[in-house]
Every structure is written in C-alpha cells, then in structure tokens.
C-alpha cells in the first residue's frame, strides 16, 4: 500500500492523478443532477469554428462526448504513468536519468491514453453510428394546425408534430395571390384550426410557407364506395 501511494504522489503519475480527481469530482456532480454530461460538447462546437479542427473530431475522438472521451484519457494515462512510476522506482534510478525516463513515461502514458481511446471511439462509431441531428426542415412535407387567427404573407403559427410524437409551434407563411388572380375560395384561407401543409423552408427569414392541405388529394389507400379499399360488399344471401 504504501509504495502504491509514494508512486501515486510522485511525478508524473501525481500530475494524471489530480486530472481524474476533477474528472472523478464531474461525474458525481453528473450524478446529483448539478451537472450536465453533455455540456461542455455545445461549447466546444462553438468556440472551435468549423475549420479550426479544436474538436474531439480532430484528433480521432469524433462520435464521443467530450467529458467521455476526456475522462477516458485522464484514465488510462493515469493508470500508465501510476504503472511506469512503479517501474521507475523499482529500477531506483536518480538524478538526470529519472528526470529523463519520469518524461518519457509522461510522454508514454499520453500516446497510450491517445490511442487506446481513439480505438474506443473508433469501435464507438461503428455500433453506434451518430444519427444526423434534428433540423427545422424535417418539417417540410409534414401536416401542421394553424394556431393564429390567420396567416398571412408576413405573420402566421402553427403547431406541427416530429417525427417522435413531440410538437413544436413554427412561424409559417402563406403566398400571396397574384392581383389578377380571383378571390381565393374559403377552403384556402387559413384560419385557427385550419389543417396546411409545410412545403418550404425560408432560412433567412426562418419560417415555413403553408399552403391548404386537403386530405382528399392524399395519394394513400382510401376507403372507397362498396367497401373497405374499393372491394365488393358482401351480399346478404
């Protein structure tokens, strides 16, 4: 026990050691709701830029949380510098070669760290393929419910429902009529409670245009006159 501790508080096991103590101090706060997992992944995104390559993208770990794939390497290179400060005491070398071999055992410990967890994320994201985060254009084609009094070329809302069930209230748009056109009929006025659909999505203005939805002209099976999909009724006899 005790040469476990003097090679824990020595360098360089000492240093990865009091990473995993914030890491280890994290989780927990994860654990009482304090914290959030996925927290610092939104800050990294963005403070990174898009070709700034800051991520843990760049450097193999794509696919992987941050605090994930950051705990891991905090992990392993702890434990392989605690294994090479072990070594480093047994072989009792001093002065000039410790200093030397307790870098390389430093530098050592990173590259396994490095690798072993970029094999992780690696194996990660052949399971568990990321799926494509959720977009305001997965709207488009969807049936949503008016929920303002009218909708108009500059103002409107309406309710649409996601492809999980969950709903969402979006600004829509509807196009206006040509001035030679006729007077639209009431079935294509929408008004609260009218049913539309989301054909585009306008990005610079970051709504949806809407147009009527009538759900005679949907293209699925029907029940038609004489029974259920077109087929003969049964007779009485």
């Known amino acids: 026990m005790g040469e476990f501790?003097?090679?824990a508080l020595s360098f360089p096991a000492v240093i990865f050691g009091a990473a995993l103590v914030v890491v280890v101090g994290f989780w927990?706060?994860?654990?009482?709701?304090?914290?959030?997992?996925?927290?610092?992944?939104?800050?990294?995104?963005?403070?990174?830029?898009?070709?700034?390559g800051a991520d843990s993208g760049s450097v193999g770990f794509g696919g992987v949380p941050v605090t994930v794939?950051?705990?891991?390497?905090v992990l392993v290179a702890w434990f392989g510098s605690l294994s090479g400060t072990v070594l480093l005491h047994q072989v009792g070398a001093a002065g000039?070669?410790?200093?030397?071999?307790?870098v390389a055992v430093l530098l050592g410990s990173?590259?396994?760290?490095?690798?072993?967890?970029?094999?992780?994320?690696?194996?990660?994201?052949r399971y568990f393929p990321a799926e494509p985060p959720p977009s305001r254009k997965d709207f488009v084609g969807r049936v949503c419910t008016v929920r303002t009094g009218s909708v108009t070329a500059v103002f409107g809302q309406a309710e649409v429902a996601a492809a999980?069930?969950?709903?969402?209230?979006?600004?829509?748009?509807q196009a206006p009529r040509g001035p030679h056109l006729a007077a639209p009929h009431a079935e294509e006025i929408l008004v609260r409670?009218?049913?539309?659909?989301?054909?585009?999505?306008?990005?610079?203005?970051?709504?949806?245009?809407?147009?009527?939805?009538?759900a005679a002209l949907d293209?699925?099976?029907?029940?038609?006159?004489?029974?259920?999909l077109g087929l003969p009724e049964a007779g009485d006899g």
């Open 5 to 7: 501790l003097d090679a």
């Open 28 to 52: 927990l706060l994860v654990l009482v709701g304090a914290a959030d997992q996925n927290s610092f992944d939104s800050d990294v995104s963005t403070g990174s830029g898009a070709g700034s």
């Open 69 to 73: 794939s950051v705990s891991l390497l």
């Open 96 to 102: 000039a070669t410790r200093a030397v071999l307790a």
């Open 110 to 125: 990173l590259l396994l760290a490095w690798g072993a967890v970029r094999l992780l994320a690696h194996l990660f994201r």
């Open 164 to 173: 999980d069930g969950s709903t969402a209230v979006v600004q829509v748009r």
């Open 193 to 214: 409670g009218s049913t539309g659909l989301l054909y585009a999505y306008d990005e610079e203005g970051e709504f949806f245009w809407v147009s009527p939805y009538d």
């Open 219 to 228: 293209p699925g099976p029907k029940e038609k006159p004489g029974g259920l």
